[in-house]
């Protein structure tokens, strides 16, 4: 019976997962959860990767302390941001985050030289502006001139763990720089950029094992003697391989709801189309061979950031989800892919403007607030839903909701009742176990990806909305 701990960090926390395998179930505990924000520095909004890499090695340590002494590790965290290194490996500047406003307008300067037609035709990966292929488009020249190599956030956390440089493809594909038919870095594009392709390290598949964690960081901690395993590096990816589907005679799809939605499909081919370019549908890369053909939607980072303002965070999740339902849902709606939402200065006045521009009622207090965002999410996902079934030519019969959004009873039950659809609820940690089952997969204790998901399906318990028309 081994150990395996997934090291899971999203854009707004982090946390480290034991798993294992006992009695035929996974079972699971957090040995160490933080808190992951960005700040301003030097001009731009940065990450602090320092910190969280800190608090990387106190988990470990509190797992030490717990009693594992030998554990696999595997590190996932948000897609597209980058760190560069210099030609001894160290970190040229801290991480600038996709929610800085240095990409704004600039996939149009960018297509300026290429059209977006084209570029969907080599990567199949949706428009968004802080791609990392825009991002590197304003890179600073003299920066990309000093250095020799790039790492996207989880490679580079597991190359200071380990020590190896590699390119992890399911968060690499996100980069809108991967070839989706060549299967590697796409040169033209490198090319318009204005990078080598040797700037990059070699790309690698889920579940390669890097090694071992360095002596220096094992003389410096008291650490588990720790092997790094790649695992589906990009959140979603290791989300999508966690989701508990064990119906393969239905059309099922599934949301990751946590400070974004990605709701889409898993399928074995890329869907490269003129009506997925039409709907900006993204094929990113997942693990196994697979491709995550969804949309990103802006996600519950809204009602975050309601919750942050709001009386400086007087109300938890729960209770606005409470005062929400005493609210008519559909009253007002705003269009939460606008960028105006990806990080404004005061969101609930952003909100209300947009309320109010477009002649709707004007949502104040916390539960009409909330109620907002709940009833633009739904209407959102109702119309990318429908989008996907076009593209896909088939009905979709069930939505497996993971990530911490499948814990919002009340949402859960709104997209049930709206989309017309069963909904299976968790589980709430689908990345972190996503995470888990690569690496047992990638030591064999469990035969593929299949054989995962039965597993959690069989060892967490997921709630059953069914559509009641109440509220339609």
């Not at 970190?91 to 290429?114: G, M, P, V, W």
């Not at 977006?116 to 292929?133: A, D």
């Not at 594909?173 to 033209?188: F, G, K, P, V």
């Not at 007087?314 to 005493?326: C, D, L, P, S, V």
Request: charged share 25%.
């Amino acid at each position: 019976m081994r150990d395996y701990i997934a090291i899971d960090i999203g854009a707004s926390s982090g946390r480290l997962i034991h798993g294992k395998v006992e009695s035929g179930k996974l079972t699971i505990n957090e040995i160490h959860r933080f808190k992951n924000s960005f700040s301003f520095v030097n001009g731009h909004e940065r990450w602090g990767l320092d910190f969280l890499i800190q608090q990387i090695f106190l988990g470990l340590e509190k797992a030490k302390r717990q009693g594992i002494e030998e554990c696999f590790i595997g590190i996932d965290t948000w897609a597209i941001d980058y760190v560069l290194l210099d030609k001894i490996g160290e970190r040229l500047a801290d991480s600038i985050s996709y929610r800085d406003k240095r990409t704004q307008n600039k996939i149009e300067e960018f297509c300026q030289s290429i059209s977006k037609e084209e570029i969907y035709k080599r990567t199949g990966i949706q428009f968004l502006e802080f791609n990392t292929l825009y991002q590197l488009f304003t890179e600073e020249r003299e920066l990309l001139e000093k250095a020799d190599k790039l790492l996207l956030i989880p490679d580079y956390i597991a190359y200071v763990l380990s020590g190896k440089m590699v390119l992890e493809e399911t968060n690499a594909s996100t980069t809108q720089l991967l070839n989706i038919h060549e299967r590697r870095l796409d040169s033209h594009l490198l090319e318009k950029v204005g990078v080598e392709e040797n700037l990059f390290p070699p790309l690698v598949s889920a579940g390669e094992l890097l090694g071992e964690v360095l002596d220096k960081w094992q003389e410096e901690y008291d650490l588990p003697k720790a092997k790094v395993i790649t695992v589906a590096t990009h959140d979603t990816a290791s989300a999508v391989v966690g989701v508990p589907a064990i119906f393969p005679e239905k059309n099922w799809a599934y949301l990751s709801s946590g400070t974004w939605s990605l709701i889409g499909i898993e399928t074995n081919t890329p869907i490269v189309t003129e009506l997925g370019y039409d709907y900006n549908f993204t094929n990113e890369w997942g693990a196994y061979g697979t491709y995550r053909v969804l949309k990103n939607i802006m996600g519950l980072w809204i009602v975050q950031e309601i919750q942050r303002l709001y009386e400086n965070g007087k109300y938890t999740f729960a209770q606005m989800a409470t005062f929400a339902k005493e609210t008519p849902f559909f009253t007002s709606i705003i269009d939460v892919n606008d960028p105006i939402f990806t990080n404004p200065e005061n969101t609930i006045e952003t909100i209300q403007e947009q309320c109010r521009k477009t002649g709707q009622v004007v949502p104040k207090t916390i539960g009409e607030l909330t109620n907002c965002v709940y009833s633009s999410l739904v209407k959102c996902y109702q119309k990318e839903l429908g989008h996907i079934e076009e593209v896909l030519g088939k009905k979709i019969n069930a939505l497996y909701i993971v990530g911490g959004g499948s814990n919002v009873r009340l949402l859960n039950q709104l997209i049930a009742d709206t989309l017309d659809l069963s909904v299976y609820a968790g589980p709430s940690e689908a990345t972190a176990i996503g995470n888990l089952a690569v690496q047992m997969i990638a030591t064999g204790e469990i035969k593929d990806k299949d054989e995962a998901r039965k597993l959690i399906a069989h060892s967490q318990e997921l709630q059953v909305f069914e559509p009641n028309y109440v509220r339609k």
